[in-house]
């Protein structure tokens, strides 16, 4: 409300409200003697362990007596910041702040801000208490929710108010210990006043496990361990007396954040419908929060004395590289098993050496985790989506698919088997009839005459999102406005209180937030170049037994297939990259369907199809075609070394799983050692090296499938020999097999006296045109060879 000034005879600061001075400054917060030692400051000043602050700080610019003194440059979780003095903060000797002084000089100020928040907290209280509702004060164990709480117990009496506590359970220690002794001190203070915890379900530590660490793009953590368990305790609160609605003061100001910028001072149905938020200081700056404190001699958090600038979870996606380092000097413990938990994550995505490692953490990369890669999680879905047909394959599903689905209709049974149940579902005034089949691995869920029924589509994805995901969170349970909803121990809906309403499966992306956080789709839309990521294959390639056992069942394979988790979607991404697999249905392609009935005559020429395929499709094998020229021998290490180069944006993490996943393609595949595509050289289990050797012995067919699918993606069905050697052929059987080109004429001749005449060629003095015909498609040469080949 007021804008702030230098004292510098007081060594302190004035609020003003003169808005066009120009020796206003950005709000500073004291500084106190514990944070000076933390940082190594006693090396350059003398100072007293004073329990008033010594000086004033902008950021990690130090102030003293309005002059700047020195500032704290870099440092992060691993590193201490590094201290540079000014020229007026060489060999300084600090004197305590007089706070009865700056108090003095402020009240006036002080004055007017206090009295307008009594006012403000009263004038509310009258209208809501006419209104029925209950009243309290989301407390945080910081300095602005310690503001709050003053202010609002010195207007409503204990009895129509309630503290509350959200506990994370990723508190630093200060602030339970400031917890406790506020509430000794209030209920000492005003007797009948009632403190309530609201706590998750389970340790945050179990939650960062299950969802993954949370990110800016995935920020969970404040729904599960924090909206969530303050709106359910308050629900209980509510039901267990005579109020049906509350009003919650909270505080909240506008100077934290830009969306908080935008925030009012009275809120409704904000997050949750019974609760009123109120925030009574939104307006204040730092400064005035500060001399408040001061002013009323309320605690202050320990925290704040040790630099830190806020005092919420110990470590949050949202949190700056110097609370990063002050808490982990003074909260080793708690700070250390989430950064443990972080190495573990880092690990998983592709970095060994310890130093990547600390590099990754320390600069915050994992705080743009934006997919489920690097997750643990053996529960994963797919869908086929064919017609009026349904199709989901759960692997794993944790939560009854039945039960959930009753937030969208009814469900009528029709016939019961130990591993099989038909039924019909209803919806409104639609009937859809619906099959289920399970086993201990898999739960198939199949709806059939959807139609064009994309709300049921959407809303029925969503339910399978949530039964193969579901870890009893509770975040949805609070979005459930007749409390029909229940999830733990496992998922109840009351039927009877259900509404239909959708709060449940709508409030977060895909309905679920531990799907929207760990779960990676495979596909979706039409084929595209380089379809998805580069990082989409975990370690795994396309194996021989792989192939071979998708090529069996077709279209059920999704649901034969006796794959991990992991492998699924792994070997999805393959399969669609090789245009075998529609993107959207998961069904077989046309190209597909043709492979299937040559692979038992000739596999080798089905690989040769699929290497071209990826080429186009896969960008790690676009680069390996690319930038690895023939006759190189290299270690993986080497590729990941050289890649990396190719990809200067994207981390080592994210490009070694693709390099793995290609190595462990040609180790079981007839890439690597018949085609010599990529030719390992192993001492056991261990790959040695890679020599990327090519060979001659590609099937004329084959060859004509490579040129048809470089005019495809050129848009031209003429070439030149000389050219289909050149680095700069995108495509084509030198490039993709090192087919010599002595080979490569004897087969063009071949091809050109084919009876169907599949290309044209002038191999004559200087000219080495090839010309292929107008009216063929590389689906078209494999269907001639589908025919041929015995």
Known sequence: MYKVTWDRDTNSILLVDNENSSKIIAPPRPVFFEELDLLGFDKFWDYPKAQEPLLWAIGRRYYYKGELVAEAKGGNIFEPPKIVLTEKGQNLKL??????????????????????????????????????????????????????????????????????FSDTTMEISYTYENVEKTKEEYEKRYPGLKFYIAKPPKPAIEFWREFGPPSRVHRWCCTVIKTAPFTNLIRNILKNGTMSKIVVFEGVRTEESDKRSNYQRIAKGVKHFPIINVRPILYWNLSEVVLYVFLRRLRMNFGYRLGLTRVGCSVCPFSSEWSEYILSKIEDDSVNE???????????????????????????????????????????????????????????????????????????????TPNKIFGEFKTGNRLYSFVISKNSKKEIVEFYNIGCDIDFLNKLKRVLYKSTFCIHCGACEAECPTEALRVRPYVQINSELCTHCGNCIYFVKKGCLVSKSIHENVGGGSMKKKTGGIDKYSTFGLREEWLSSFLNFGDRWLEKNNLGPKQIPAVLHWLIDA??????????????????????????????????????????????????????????????????????????????NPIDAMVNMFDNSPLGEKLQIGLLDKKGRVVKSIKKIGTDDIHPLAVAYSLYKA????????????????????????????????????????????????????????????????????????????????
Not at 373 to 402: C, Q, W
Request: aromatic fraction near 10%.
């Open 95 to 164: 004197e305590p702040i007089d706070i009865n002084k700056v108090i003095e000089k402020n009240k006036e100020a002080l004055f007017v801000l206090e009295n307008e928040a009594l006012d403000f907290i009263e004038h509310t209280y009258k209208v809501y208490k006419k209104k029925g509702y209950l009243f309290a004060v989301s407390y945080s164990g910081g300095k602005d929710s310690q503001v709050v709480l003053d202010l609002v117990t010195r207007v409503i009496p204990p009895d129509d108010l309630v503290v509350i």
């Open 711 to 790: 005019a495809e993606h050129m848009g031209r069905k003429d070439f030149t020999i000389s050219e289909l050697y050149s680095k700069k052929f995108k495509g084509g059987p030198y490039k993709l097999f090192g087919i010599s080109k002595d080979k490569l004429e004897r087969i063009l001749r071949g091809l050109q006296e084919d009876k169907e005449q599949i290309l044209r060629v002038d191999l004559v003095a200087d000219l080495d045109n090839i010309y292929l015909r107008d009216d063929l498609s590389s689906l078209d040469v494999v269907k001639i060879a589908e025919a041929r080949l015995k």
């Open 579 to 656: 245009e075998l697999v529609e993107p959207k249905t998961k069904k077989t392609t046309a190209l597909g369907e043709y492979l299937r009935k040559i692979y038992l005559k000739n596999n080798l020429f089905v690989w040769c199809i699929i290497w071209n395929n990826l080429y186009y499709n896969s960008r790690v094998i676009e680069w390996y075609c690319d930038q690895v020229d023939w006759g190189i021998i290299c270690t993986k290490k080497e590729l990941k070394e050289k890649i990396a180069l190719s990809h200067p944006n994207l981390s080592k993490g994210t490009l070694s």
């Open 338 to 416: 989430y950064f443990q938990l972080l190495k573990e994550y880092s690990k998983a995505m592709g970095l060994d050496e310890e130093k990547d490692i600390n590099r990754y953490i320390a600069s915050g990369q994992w705080k743009k985790r934006a997919g489920g890669r690097g997750l643990k999680n053996k529960s994963t879905i797919n869908f086929s989506i064919d017609g009026n047909h349904l199709k989901a394959v759960m692997i794993y599903p944790k939560e009854n698919f039945l039960e959930w689905v009753k937030v969208v209709g009814s469900v009528l049974y029709r016939q019961k």
